[in-house]
């Protein structure tokens, strides 16, 4: 399943998309070197290669398109590089978040993961009061709101014609279900506008307790390729990240990658 639309991708939507887009031959060039080097490679160094010469087209030429990502994620995992595949995974679902494919190799790619760090739970009393806010997919939200939305000036118009108790009691819970359901999306814009999420690339890195080596470690063990965080500060040389679990820590910049490309 991993590569299962790689010839349909990248041989029909980015050569199409490159080409038509561009009509630059250098990248149409470099575009069909890649393809020609996944299609050869038979272990994990020809897959490596592969991934790099997909890179260039992002580094060099600053082609930023979904479905590139995609193949360079594949590429990577193909290599056995669980954290560089995953980082790409999740830079296409900046460009792609509803891609079956894309959303079923990132959960292979995360399983492989070496550390499986759960994700903080919210408090028992936050459970409770926002668990739909947490449980609920974005996408299922934003119809609720839409839903609740159109029942609003529904039973707006309808209380307005007829003046009934129902039409009232239907227009007051459409408009507190819309206000919840609105402020439930709005939170979730800002924290994404504010996220630095970010991807261990390195095979291990030993998180610290501050912003340098003659700090102590910050865990027992190290991180290892695919581990997941937020960046909370950037001081040049040295990250401080926060894992899934709300654990926090620093590593060295040259260790991992942010998601924003």
Same mark, same amino acid.
């Given at each position: 399943?991993?590569?299962?639309?790689?010839?349909?991708?990248?041989?029909?939507?980015?050569?199409?998309?490159?080409?038509?887009?561009?009509?630059?031959?250098?990248?149409?060039?470099?575009?069909?070197?890649?393809?020609?080097?996944?299609?050869?490679?038979?272990?994990?160094?020809?897959?490596?290669?592969?991934?790099?010469?997909?890179?260039?087209?992002?580094?060099?030429?600053?082609?930023?398109?979904?479905?590139?990502?995609?193949?360079?994620?594949?590429?990577?995992?193909?290599?056995?590089?669980?954290?560089?595949?995953?980082?790409?995974?999740?830079? !296409?679902?900046?460009?792609?978040?509803?891609? #079956?494919? *894309?959303?079923?190799? =990132?959960? +292979?790619? %995360?399983? &492989?993961? $070496?550390?499986?760090?759960?994700?903080?739970?919210?408090?028992?009393?936050?459970?409770?009061?926002?668990?739909?806010?947490?449980?609920?997919?974005?996408?299922?939200?934003?119809?609720?709101?839409?839903?609740?939305?159109?029942?609003?000036?529904?039973?707006?118009?309808?209380?307005?014609?007829?003046?009934?108790?129902? !039409?009232?009691?239907?227009?007051?819970?459409? #408009?507190? *279900?819309?206000?919840? =359901?609105? +402020?439930? %999306?709005? &939170?979730? $814009?800002?924290?994404?506008?504010?996220?630095?999420?970010?991807?261990?690339?390195?095979?291990?890195?030993?998180?610290?307790?501050?912003?340098?080596?003659?700090?102590?470690?910050?865990?027992?063990?190290?991180?290892?390729?695919?581990?997941?965080?937020?960046?909370?500060?950037?001081?040049?040389?040295?990250?401080?990240?926060?894992?899934?679990?709300?654990?926090?820590?620093?590593?060295?910049?040259?260790?991992?990658?942010?998601?924003?490309?």
């Amino acid at each position: 399943n991993l590569c299962r639309a790689q010839a349909t991708l990248s041989g029909l939507v980015l050569v199409a998309g490159l080409c038509t887009a561009w009509g630059a031959d250098y990248r149409e060039q470099t575009l069909e070197q890649a393809h020609a080097m996944f299609h050869a490679a038979t272990n994990a160094n020809a897959y490596a290669e592969a991934a790099r010469q997909y890179q260039y087209l992002v580094d060099e030429e600053a082609v930023r398109n979904g479905h590139l990502f995609y193949t360079i994620g594949n590429s990577w995992f193909m290599a056995g590089d669980v954290g560089r595949a995953i980082l790409n995974y999740r830079r !296409a679902q900046r460009y792609l978040p509803g891609d #079956a494919d *894309l959303h079923s190799n =990132l959960e +292979t790619a %995360l399983a &492989a993961r $070496t550390d499986l760090i759960p994700e903080r739970e919210p408090s028992p009393l936050m459970g409770r009061l926002l668990g739909w806010h947490f449980k609920t997919s974005t996408r299922l939200r934003w119809w609720a709101f839409a839903a609740s939305w159109l029942m609003l000036w529904a039973a707006w118009t309808w209380a307005t014609q007829t003046g009934r108790k129902e !039409a009232r009691i239907t227009r007051t819970v459409g #408009a507190i *279900l819309s206000a919840l =359901l609105l +402020t439930s %999306l709005l &939170a979730d $814009t800002l924290q994404a506008r504010n996220a630095r999420p970010g991807v261990i690339t390195a095979p291990e890195v030993l998180a610290r307790k501050g912003d340098g080596e003659r700090y102590a470690p910050a865990f027992l063990d190290p991180l290892h390729s695919g581990a997941e965080f937020e960046q909370i500060d950037d001081r040049d040389t040295w990250w401080h990240i926060r894992l899934a679990d709300g654990q926090t820590c620093w590593i060295p910049a040259h260790a991992a990658e942010l998601v924003a490309d």
